[in-house]
């Protein structure tokens, strides 16, 4: 059973517009969630997290969105830019557990 | 500050046989774990090491072992090889204390099983 899932495979957004990544889960024993953004034959890079106990983080162009309720969370990337073009995964930590658990990943496409 | 090594980057092997992996976490890192990418199960956790002791392990069979060193370098283990291994083993590395829980991968290793 997928306990992350990303029902996006693939979303293409035009440069400087805002690209929206989304995630569920169903296990609410997670207590810590992670953005990683992949190129081709590299390791996931670490884009941004938050903790259950809050509903949104921001870093710079980058910010996450959490609702415990609906046990969704979202990743914004405003404004996009080209060099965001990659596969986003979404994560998600269980309580007192360091094994993340990840969603299928959606491939982002910034067109010029 | 150096990213997390691994090596070798890829690998090619035949059915049967067996293979080490081997993963530097970034200095001063105690923890490292080790996934699997595969293009049909995604990501996969496969086991967490810290000081030396597992503390967390995956849904994999015991074909897949691993171990880390006393300077925090690990390395992973697969026997008797299947087809089915063929994939992107990633190495993450995460300090120790500190209010975050990020992971930080290396590169991979790419290994082949014909």
């Known amino acids: 059973d997928q306990q992350v899932k990303q029902n996006s495979p693939s979303l293409s957004v035009q440069e400087g517009r805002i690209s929206i990544l989304n995630c569920d889960y169903t296990?609410?024993?997670?207590?810590?969630f992670l953005w990683y953004k992949k190129y081709p034959a590299e390791g996931p890079t670490f884009l941004i997290s938050?903790?259950?106990?809050?509903d949104k983080n921001e870093d710079g162009r980058f910010t996450v969105f959490l609702n415990k309720s609906a046990k969704h969370l979202s990743l914004h990337i405003v404004p996009s830019q080209p060099g965001d073009s990659a596969v986003y995964f979404c994560a998600a930590l269980p309580q007192g557990a360091q094994k993340l658990v990840f969603g299928q990943g959606t491939r982002l496409t910034i067109n010029p | 500050k150096a990213g997390v090594t691994q090596t070798p980057r890829y690998l090619i092997k035949t059915r049967g046989q067996q293979v080490t992996l081997s993963c530097s976490p970034i200095s001063g890192h105690r923890s490292v774990s080790w996934y699997q990418q595969t293009p049909g199960q995604g990501l996969q956790f496969l086991f967490e090491?810290?000081?030396?002791?597992?503390?967390n392990k995956g849904n994999f069979p015991g074909r897949f072992s691993g171990r880390q060193f006393s300077n925090s370098r690990s390395e992973m283990n697969v026997s008797t090889l299947e087809l089915g291994d063929s994939a992107l083993y990633l190495c993450a590395s995460r300090p120790t204390g500190g209010a975050g829980n990020e992971q930080f991968f290396g590169p991979g290793t790419r290994l082949t099983v014909l």
């Open positions: 938050i903790s259950s106990i809050k």
């Open positions: 090491y810290f000081s030396e002791t597992q503390r």
């Open positions: 296990n609410s024993m997670f207590d810590y």
